[in-house]
């Protein structure tokens, strides 16, 4: 049996890597490429499995190093990023004798990728904080294509010597936009997620008008890109629609965390509260 926490690995990524050390928990279909950027950076990134070891094994080719549980990949980690779904998912990362925050020490910095709350991210922020361990909230926009090319757009909140601190290492995956304290990452984001679904019913309901015509769609869409109706989600049109059974489960859960973020400042959302009865695998 291999000792993830032994000596010899320490010496091993002193030997091969330098710099901080990052773990990276979630790799998923964006979080796979994302760690990837880490390691071709030449950082040391440690990670574990959850329900498929795919990802695991195929960047253990470019030096990933497996830990039991998220515990063991924070003890080896100065950085901890989760990209997991949600809240719940977070929780079960780092809390608990076997989760990241355990296995942290005072200085460590835990990033948190994924799309949730922003008072979830400002309450974890205040809970490490006891334990000196900063907290950065860095949702990340963009798809898999970008993830793979390091060019995702993140998001991010948190105190400005902690994103300095951290910068050599997001920059691997993308451009950061500093958006303010923690939990204002999450804010940008959702609005993004509430303008993005919106956009994507409405190209679906002027697609219908226009194909109730007999004009073909082909065209249609080069005259959006081309007019003031342009938009990622237009530009994207040929991968979007195919696949927004999947990722309509991910943009309902992300545009019902932007109408409770709305309705936590008692901000009207109409058009985004329209959008989100529209959205999801079924439609």
Same mark, same amino acid.
Request: charged residues 20%; contains cysteine; proline residues 5%.
């Given at each position: 049996?291999f000792?993830?926490? $032994?000596? &010899?690995v ?11 050390r990052?773990?990276?928990? *979630? =790799?998923g279909?964006?979080?796979?490429p +994302?760690?990837?950027? &880490? ?18 094994e195929?960047?253990?080719?470019? *030096? ?5 549980n ?5 003890? %080896? $980690?100065?950085i /901890?990023?989760? +990209?997991?779904?949600?809240e719940? %998912?977070?929780?079960?990362? /780092?809390?608990?004798?076997?989760g990241?925050?355990?296995g =942290?020490?005072?200085g ?19 809970e490490a !904080? ?5 907290v =950065?909230?860095?949702?990340? $926009?963009? *798809?898999?294509?970008r993830?793979a090319?390091g060019?995702? !757009?993140? &998001? ?10 951290? @910068?050599?290492v997001?920059?691997k995956?993308g ?10 990452? %999450?804010v940008?984001? /959702?609005?993004? %997620?509430?303008l ?5 019913? =409405?190209?679906q ?15 249609? +869409? ?6 003031t109706?342009?938009s990622?989600?237009?530009e994207?049109w $040929?991968?979007l629609?195919?696949?927004? @059974? ?17 309705r936590?400042?008692?901000?009207? +959302? ?7 009865? /529209? ?5």
């Amino acid at each position: 049996a291999f000792s993830f926490s $032994s000596t &010899i690995v320490e010496r091993i990524w002193e030997d091969e890597f330098m710099g901080e050390r990052v773990g990276f928990i *979630g =790799l998923g279909d964006i979080g796979t490429p +994302m760690a990837g950027r &880490i390691l071709e950076g030449g950082y040391r990134v440690a990670s574990c499995a959850h329900r498929r070891r795919e990802a695991i094994e195929m960047l253990e080719a470019s *030096g990933l190093v497996e830990a039991p549980n998220p515990y063991e990949v924070a003890r %080896q $980690s100065d950085i /901890l990023i989760t +990209m997991v779904v949600d809240e719940a %998912q977070t929780d079960a990362v /780092l809390r608990g004798k076997e989760g990241g925050l355990a296995g =942290l020490v005072p200085g460590s910095t835990v990033v948190v990728m994924s799309t949730v709350s922003p008072d979830y991210c400002k309450a974890l922020a205040v809970e490490a !904080a006891d334990a000196g361990i900063d907290v =950065l909230d860095c949702p990340v $926009s963009g *798809g898999r294509p970008r993830a793979a090319e390091g060019s995702l !757009a993140l &998001i991010c909140g948190g105190e400005p010597v902690t994103v300095e601190r951290c @910068r050599p290492v997001l920059e691997k995956m993308g451009t950061i936009f500093h958006c303010g304290p923690v939990g204002m990452g %999450q804010v940008a984001k /959702l609005a993004n %997620q509430g303008l993005t679904a919106a956009q994507f019913r =409405l190209v679906q309901e002027v697609r219908a008008m226009a194909a109730a015509y007999g004009m073909d769609l082909d065209t249609l +869409m080069d005259v959006i890109r081309s007019s003031t109706g342009a938009s990622f989600i237009a530009e994207n049109w $040929s991968f979007l629609e195919p696949n927004w @059974r999947h990722l309509g489960r991910m943009a309902k859960k992300d545009i019902d965390l932007c109408l409770a973020a709305g309705r936590d400042r008692e901000v009207a +959302m109409p058009l985004v509260e329209a959008a989100s009865h /529209l959205t999801g695998p079924s439609n």
